[in-house]
């Protein structure tokens, strides 16, 4: 893991956040020209190594023929996060603060003008939004996945309610001012049986079709304990509320706009996809954030994963998530 070293930043809302730093890992090399460089933001509680396996020879993301950097986020540790800078007086931070600090990473550390492709999916899609209304002189095409530049209702209620109030409730939390993040693992626990409830399609547990048996647990108490306790349990508190908050809070135009009219800016070349069944992102949503975009492309990714496609989980979404980065690279 690389770390860039922001001095004290300026965020967007004209607090500071002192001795900022940005967690990044790269692959590959910047070419003569300096068109090749791939920006692949991460996303909610997951550092940049989580995304490693979505890049190798062959690939897509080919490392022989592109410069690939995984960049974190405030929040999200070891980026600068509660649970390394201040606890719970760590100040509130916004999605473009983040893609600010990425585009800072860019020009200082690699030398780089011009990024051929920023892509992500979840959290990391919003950032994409970001990026290409921020920066859009600059970022040349940009595939947000699963994603949306702002969640949607539904979404924002999701964020609320299975991740913020579980955590927020904890007797042991004492408003973020807790000794041990263990302490908050009934937090973390709630947090984590939210998310198996609501992040996988319904058909994932359908008697005779269940799909969850396909990752190796014998049972669902075994899935929710192996997989979604496994995820949530090593998280500390505060680092995901601030995550949370600001995915929740994120907005990529002026106050007073409409989605229409702040997508419509937009000039990059365009790639919009989603996975059928994903819960926080659906298809329909996704497909009417492309309409809005000058020239964009809506692609539908079918998967019995829905949103969890995203991990990678099975031969079939590696393939077509790869074919998704592979045409927004080329198109």
């Known amino acids: 893991m690389n770390f860039f070293e922001l001095g004290d930043f300026q965020l967007t809302s004209g607090a500071t956040l ?128 699963a994603g949306a530049p702002t969640p949607p209702p539904w979404t924002k209620l999701w964020l609320r309610t299975v991740i913020e109030e579980p955590l927020e409730s904890d007797p042991e939390y004492k408003d973020g001012r807790y000794g041990d993040a263990a302490a908050v693992a009934g937090g973390l626990k709630r947090v984590a049986h939210g998310s198996a409830l609501t992040a996988p399609p319904r058909t994932f547990f359908h008697e005779g079709a269940e799909v969850w048996p396909t990752l190796g647990f014998d049972s669902v108490d075994a899935f929710v304990a192996g997989f979604w306790e496994g995820f949530w349990l090593p998280q500390d508190p505060n680092d995901v509320l601030v995550q949370a908050r600001k995915a929740r809070a994120s907005w990529p135009g002026a106050a007073g706009e409409s989605l229409e009219t702040v997508l419509g800016r937009v000039t990059a070349k365009t790639t919009v996809a989603a996975l059928t069944g994903d819960n926080l992102f659906p298809p329909a949503e996704s497909r009417r954030f492309a309409e809005m975009i000058p020239g964009a492309e809506f692609r539908q990714i079918d998967s019995v994963f829905g949103h969890l496609a995203t991990f990678g989980l099975s031969a079939d979404d590696v393939k077509a998530i790869d074919d998704v980065i592979t045409h927004a690279l080329e198109s």
């Open 18 to 145: 002192p001795a900022a730093r940005l967690a990044y890992q790269s692959f590959g090399e910047l070419n003569a020209a300096g068109n090749n460089a791939v920006v692949f933001p991460t996303f909610l509680g997951a550092p940049p190594e989580v995304l490693n396996g979505w890049i190798g020879e062959g690939r897509a993301l080919d490392p022989r023929k592109y410069l690939i950097v995984l960049p974190g986020h405030f929040g999200l540790a070891p980026s600068s996060a509660p649970s390394n800078s201040g606890g719970v007086d760590f100040p509130a931070v916004s999605i473009a603060d983040d893609v600010i600090a990425q585009r800072r990473l860019m020009s200082e550390v690699f030398g780089v003008d011009r990024i051929h492709l920023v892509l992500g999916w979840s959290i990391g899609a919003i950032q994409v939004y970001e990026w290409a209304l921020r920066f859009g002189d600059t970022v040349r095409r940009i595939a947000p996945i």
